[in-house]
């Protein structure tokens, strides 16, 4: 199970940090990764974060996004900063594991609004 928290209305310019905690006990062993879903589009990466701890970024967030993970709280991590209003979106929380691929689990999502 994914728990996301850490959303809400913030001014463009503004700053956020999501978190999302996992139940379970191999944490670690999964790769993690934030997307977001806005009104009338398809589900889009956001950043990833591998077990070993690579990150991957959408070019549209390069620069204002950092994703990180604690592998102690089974918790990643979504810091984002200089918020636009094209960011707005609900955002998710998934774990994917490296080698079975159909082993995949989604969050109930997170509501990120962006406006003045």
């Not at 999501?18 to 889009?44: H, I, K, N």
């Not at 955002?91 to 689990?105: D, E, G, T, V």
Request: charged share 15%.
């Amino acid at each position: 199970q994914l728990v996301e928290s850490g959303g809400g209305l913030v001014q463009p310019g503004g700053s956020l940090r999501l978190s999302c905690v996992a139940s379970g006990r191999t944490f670690s062993t999964y790769d993690m990764g934030w997307y977001r879903q806005a009104p009338g589009t398809q589900r889009e990466l956001v950043a990833q974060i591998t077990n070993t701890g690579r990150t991957n970024y959408a070019d549209s967030v390069k620069g204002r996004a950092t994703i990180s993970r604690d592998n102690a709280k089974n918790t990643i991590y979504l810091q984002m900063n200089n918020l636009k209003p094209e960011d707005t979106a609900v955002y998710y929380c998934n774990a994917q594991h490296p080698i079975f691929s159909k082993i995949n689990y989604w969050g109930q999502g997170t509501q990120v609004t962006v406006s003045s």
